[in-house]
């Protein structure tokens, strides 16, 4: 690349930066609006909080680059025309597709970026999310146990706590296990702890009383006891029954294929998700040549033009809700799998045919200034 076309892709670069930040952010406090409450209600350390927030990164940072990518086209050349700099360019001999070079090469670094996330980054993440998720709630810990409330922590059985202190300690505390309706168990104590060992987790409840009730004699039987253990190792899933879910696969097991496959419609999400990583990085070459076409050709108004910008976001979203549509229909039906790659590729060679016209001054605005094009660069420089 020459000087000028440096200059234009460092502004791209740093626009693109700052969008996918701006974007980021967005996501990332919608995000922790969830996972806050782990911290501050359940008591989970804030080193997890930070881990659970970064995991979150890839599942979407794949969707940002692309629309970040476009959101800094459509701001840098839009910044650029309004300040005349495209008009001296142009006047100065640089063609439509020298312009669009530097954005071209973001965007092809962009989609090898998107390619990298898609084929290792992202699998391994939400794996690390769903692991963590179902070991948290198979040991039972405290982080799902909020205080004041009825915290159904199975089938059947629930957990009430008044408070916890900064020990771990649970204060006020009341079990009720109705997993067997004729004989539903509650136990009540001044003082409870979690323990997780080797065999599981476990209540150890002290200074309370447990209640039996005998729906067939209407017996009640009570136990005081200054310390007893509730086993909570029948009343958690066991993570191992669980199917994985297609983006916790890694890509080598989706292009295996899976015989185990419960039936034909998993079969088809796990073919619908290995061709959804490979087809979605096209989107950023596409989404790029959609931007530098609707901004880089036709005639050039100095009011501004926000008509263009307009119809390229337009054109981008309906292509974004398009690849979404055909990545979900895909998941029902595999004859939707080609569309998946041919949706963005056939909005290339359009894309391109539109950007090659080139950007030309409005001949009536040209005439009526009695300025050459040529005129009108020099002053607009």
């Known amino acids: 690349?020459?000087?000028?076309?440096?200059?234009?892709?460092?502004?791209?670069?740093?626009?693109?930066?700052?969008?996918?930040?701006?974007?980021?952010?967005?996501?990332?406090?919608?995000?922790?609006?969830?996972?806050?409450?782990?911290?501050?209600?359940?008591?989970?350390?804030?080193?997890?909080?930070?881990?659970?927030?970064?995991?979150?990164?890839?599942?979407?940072?794949?969707?940002?680059?692309?629309?970040?990518?476009?959101?800094?086209?459509?701001?840098?050349?839009?910044?650029?025309?309004?300040?005349?700099?495209?008009?001296?360019?142009?006047a100065a001999g640089v063609g439509p597709l020298s312009l669009a070079q530097p954005a071209l090469v973001l965007a092809a670094g962009v989609a090898a970026v998107v390619l990298t996330l898609n084929v290792w980054i992202t699998p391994a993440a939400h794996r690390e999310l769903v692991r963590m998720e179902y070991t948290v709630r198979s040991d039972y810990s405290q982080l799902f146990l909020r205080e004041g409330v009825f915290n159904e922590v199975g089938d059947h059985f629930s957990v009430f706590l008044r408070d916890r202190d900064a020990e771990g300690n649970l204060h006020k505390v009341l079990i009720h296990d109705g997993r067997q309706p004729d004989k539903p168990v509650t136990i009540m104590g001044d003082r409870a702890v979690m323990q997780t060992g080797p065999e599981g987790t476990r209540f150890v409840v002290y200074d309370g009383n447990r209640q039996e009730l005998d729906r067939r004699t209407g017996r009640l039987s009570q136990l005081f006891f200054d310390r007893y253990a509730v086993d909570l190792k029948a009343v958690a899933p066991q993570a191992a029954e669980r199917w994985p879910d297609a983006r916790e696969r890694s890509t080598a097991e989706l292009m295996a294929g899976d015989v185990a496959a419960q039936d034909e419609r998993m079969r088809r999400g796990l073919i619908a998700e290995l061709h959804h990583r490979f087809s979605s990085p096209l989107l950023a070459l596409t989404y790029a040549l959609v931007a530098l076409s609707a901004l880089l050709s036709g005639e050039f108004n100095r009011r501004g033009q926000s008509s263009r910008v307009t119809i390229a976001v337009l054109l981008v979203m309906g292509l974004q809700a398009a690849a979404l549509g055909l990545t979900s229909l895909a998941g029902k039906a595999t004859v939707f799998v080609p569309l998946m790659y041919a949706m963005p590729l056939g909005m290339l060679l359009p894309a391109l045919w539109v950007m090659s016209r080139g950007l030309t001054l409005r001949p009536g605005r040209r005439h009526s200034t009695g300025d050459s094009p040529r005129d009108a660069a020099g002053r607009a420089s």
């Open 1 to 90: 690349m020459n000087r000028l076309q440096r200059y234009l892709f460092r502004n791209l670069l740093i626009a693109t930066l700052y969008s996918t930040a701006g974007l980021t952010l967005t996501i990332w406090l919608s995000q922790s609006l969830r996972l806050i409450e782990i911290v501050v209600s359940a008591g989970a350390p804030m080193g997890m909080f930070l881990w659970l927030l970064l995991l979150t990164v890839p599942t979407f940072l794949g969707i940002v680059l692309p629309l970040a990518l476009v959101g800094a086209i459509l701001f840098t050349y839009n910044k650029m025309a309004a300040d005349s700099e495209l008009v001296v360019m142009r």
